[in-house]
């Protein structure tokens, strides 16, 4: 299976950082590439999707392929099933969701502080 989000992420971070010449050998750029592709090909032909339960998973894909997987949970995002024998098998593993980082994001209280500032302004000086 591909290598994790995160994993391409720290890869990539490290790509964009180099700094010295040569640091971005051959190897660590194609690794961030091929890694990237295998995950979108993964996400846009064998993940199936999330479900609820393992009836809804089968009721939609009743005959699974090698190489497919869905999450199944009934809280998000449930656990990794992938296909053993030509049935859905539950790895009992967390899907690799990635996380955002929010730090840097506006609240909406300040945005509602900056709308009273901006509606108390009477004179504009240009």
Do not use: C
């Amino acid at each position: 299976m591909a290598e994790s989000i995160d994993a391409l992420k720290r890869l990539a971070q490290q790509v964009r950082n180099a700094g010295q010449e040569g640091e971005n050998t051959a190897e660590r750029v194609g690794r961030v590439l091929v890694g990237t592709i295998e995950n979108i090909e993964l996400t846009t032909t064998k993940f199936k999707g999330y479900f609820t339960s393992v009836g809804s998973l089968t009721d939609k894909y009743s005959n699974p392929l090698q190489g497919d997987f869905a999450w199944v949970g009934e809280s998000y995002p449930g656990t990794v099933y992938d296909v053993v024998n030509d049935q859905w098998h539950d790895t009992g593993a967390a899907p690799d969701i990635g996380s955002v980082d929010l730090a840097d994001y506006y609240k909406r209280s300040d945005i509602d502080s900056m709308k009273e500032v901006v509606k108390s302004v009477t004179e504009v000086t240009i």
